[in-house]
T-cell receptor, first 114, second 116 residues
Framework: DQQVKQNSPSLSVQEGRISILNCDYT??????FLWYKKYPAEGPTFLIS?????DKNEDGRFTVFLNKSAKHLSLHIVPSQPGDSAVYFC?????????????FGTGTRLAVRP | DTGVSQDPRHKITKRGQNVTFRCDPI?????LYWYRQTLGQGPEFLTY????????KSRLLSDRFSAERPKGSFSTLEIQRTEQGDSAMYLC??????????????FGQGTRLTVV
């Protein structure tokens, strides 16, 4: 039962353009959402998060949008840079009921072309 | 470097052998997590500790797996009688949690286990 889904395994974007990575979830108990970035042979690195009481959170070039009614979130990167090329994981937790144990999606590999 | 540290980075073992991995969390973090990641998948939760107490174990954690966090500092994950299906990246993460704060988890670089 995949509770967090990233339906696009890969995405290719031109440098300078916007990258949009999508994530859907099924568990209504999730109340905190995160994006992690992973380079080969390294552990995931925290990028940005959003609480379920918000619909948008912005940090520099990265913005996360949350649509609770659709159980959908997205990560926008603008402008995209070649150094952003990595695998991006969406993760969710139900902090009120199960601490901050994370449930991850399967990841989207982003390639930013120079 | 004050990040999460895992040792070893790579481990190759024969089927049936026991292996033990170590994780040193960020020093002030009270929560410590173990995840497992296989090819093409996201990390999957195995277990977590609040200080020295193991609070939750996933059904993925069979009785061949045991994790400890003595004194609430470093943690070890032991796999007994390894099987080829245990081959994966084992990730450790830590976070600072309280009733009033929510802090993101910081991950180590992982231990890649190959069972031959």
């Amino acid at each position: 039962d995949q509770q967090v889904k990233q339906n696009s395994p890969s995405l290719s974007v031109q440098e300078g353009r916007i990258s949009i990575l999508n994530c859907d979830y099924t568990n209504s108990m999730f109340d905190y959402f995160l994006w992690y970035k992973k380079y080969p042979a390294e552990g995931p690195t925290f990028l940005i998060s959003i609480s379920s009481i918000k619909d948008k959170n912005e940090d520099g070039r990265f913005t996360v949008f949350l649509n609770k009614s659709a159980k959908h979130l997205s990560l926008h990167i603008v402008p995209s840079q070649p150094g952003d090329s990595a695998v991006y994981f969406c993760a969710a937790s139900a902090r009120d009921s199960s601490g901050d144990k994370l449930t991850f999606g399967t990841g989207t590999r982003l390639a930013v072309r120079p | 470097d004050t990040g999460v540290s895992q040792d070893p980075r790579h481990k190759i073992t024969k089927r049936g052998q026991n292996v033990t991995f170590r994780c040193d969390p960020i020093s002030e973090h009270n929560r410590l997590y173990w995840y497992r990641q296989t090819l093409g998948q996201g990390p999957e939760f195995l277990t977590y500790f609040q200080n020295e107490a193991q609070l939750e174990k996933s059904r993925l954690l069979s009785d061949r797996f045991s994790a400890e966090r003595p004194k609430g500092s470093f943690s070890t994950l032991e796999i007994q009688r390894t099987e080829q299906g245990d081959s994966a990246m084992y990730l450790c993460a830590s976070s600072l949690a309280s009733w009033s704060t929510q802090d993101e988890a910081f991950f180590g670089q992982g231990t890649r286990l190959t069972v031959v």
